[in-house]
C-alpha cells in the first residue's frame, strides 16, 4: 500500500493512535511520525527502552497539552518486528469531559468509552481494507 500523503511503500497505513500505546521497535527502523507536514524517521528504541505514544482521545481529555502523533510504519527490506501494549480505561469509563471539565470532541457524540473505541476502531478498520 502506498501513503495517499507522499506516495511512499508503507507496511502500515498513517494514523493517529487512540489512547496510549506503549512500544518497543527494538533496532527496527521504519516508524515515521509527521512533524511540520513532513514525515520523519523515529530513531530505533534498541533493546531496553520503549516509545509512549499519545493518542486521539488522551490529547482530547488532557485538555490537548501533550499532542496525538499520526505516524505509519515505511515499508523495509528486511523482517521487521516491534511489540506494541495499547492502554485505554475500562470500557464504562466516562469520556465526555476533558481535565478541565470541558466537552471532549468524542464527548459531543459519546458519553462512555467503549462506544467510542467501538467506532473509532470501525473507521480504522474501514480505512485499512
Avoid: C
Avoid at 506516495?7 to 493517529?16: D, S
Avoid at 487512540?18 to 534498541?46: I, M
Amino acid at each position: 500500500m502506498y501513503s495517499d500523503f507522499d506516495g511512499t511503500l508503507l507496511r502500515e497505513l498513517e494514523h493517529i493512535d487512540s489512547t496510549v500505546t506503549v512500544l518497543s521497535t527494538f533496532n527496527n527502523e521504519g516508524l515515521e511520525v509527521l512533524y511540520k507536514n513532513q514525515y520523519r524517521t523515529v530513531p530505533v528504541t534498541g533493546e531496553n527502552s520503549f516509545l509512549v505514544n499519545i493518542g486521539k482521545l488522551v490529547d482530547d481529555l488532557i485538555d490537548n497539552k501533550v499532542p496525538a502523533v499520526r505516524h505509519r510504519v515505511a515499508e523495509v527490506d528486511f523482517d521487521r518486528y516491534s511489540v506494541t501494549y495499547f492502554l485505554g480505561p475500562q470500557f464504562d469509563a466516562d469520556i465526555s469531559r476533558s481535565m478541565s471539565g470541558a466537552i471532549t470532541q468524542a464527548g459531543q457524540k459519546y458519553k462512555i468509552f467503549g462506544e467510542w473505541i467501538k467506532d473509532y476502531l470501525g473507521a480504522i478498520e474501514l480505512f485499512y481494507y
